[in-house]
């Protein structure tokens, strides 16, 4: 992680100028966080994308992140910081429908608007409707049609065995698939 020596961007700066070039790409700006109190302070760049993000990936993404930046920085003054392109991470919610669509076959834990919570692994997601393989009482399992409007939180969950093979069939994920 280079020290860029140049004065720290806003958050907007830097969301238009990358978000065209990573969606070039395939990839998506999630978020921008700008950290002028860090030392050094710190800009990072939350990108997300539907085949992932690997080390390749994201050196590749921070490369194109600070040429872009360097095209900004030109004109201002130096100022010394810190550039950080990095994936969403499992702890971040699933906000959009396309982070439910990303993380199908995954283990979700879910709060519904009605307060009720649903532990469950993400199906197909289609026209904001999300559906969810979940066990009942004697570990059936069956699949939930959910609203995406329903849910007011959705995070994975980081899994120490190995899925279910019914529960990823069920899901619309293949063997291969959930082991990439």
């Known amino acids: 992680m280079p020290l860029r020596s140049v004065r720290l961007p806003t958050q907007q700066q830097v969301k238009e ?23 050094p302070p710190r800009v990072t760049v939350i ?18 992140a600070s040429g872009l930046l360097d095209l900004l920085d030109e004109s201002e003054e130096e100022a010394p910081y810190l550039l950080e ?21 995954r283990m979700v834990e879910m709060t519904l608007t009605d307060g009720s919570q ?11 409707v999300v559906r969810l393989v979940v066990a009942d009482r004697r570990r059936a399992l069956t699949v939930r049609e959910l609203s995406l409007d329903d849910v007011a939180n959705a995070v994975v969950q980081v899994e120490f065995s190995s899925p279910n093979p019914l529960e990823l069939e069920l899901a619309g994920v293949s063997g291969k698939e959930a082991e990439e």
């Open 85 to 105: 392109v990095t994936s969403r991470g499992v702890d971040r919610p699933l906000t959009a429908e396309r982070h439910y669509r990303r993380a199908q076959g």
């Open 17 to 39: 100028l990358l978000e065209g070039e990573f969606r070039r790409e395939g990839y998506d700006v999630e978020d921008v966080v700008i950290e002028p109190s860090a030392r």
């Open 47 to 64: 990108a997300d994308g539907d085949r992932g993000l690997n080390l390749d990936s994201l050196g590749a993404l921070s490369r194109l």
């Open 118 to 128: 649903l532990t469950g692994r993400l199906g197909e997601t289609t026209d904001g």
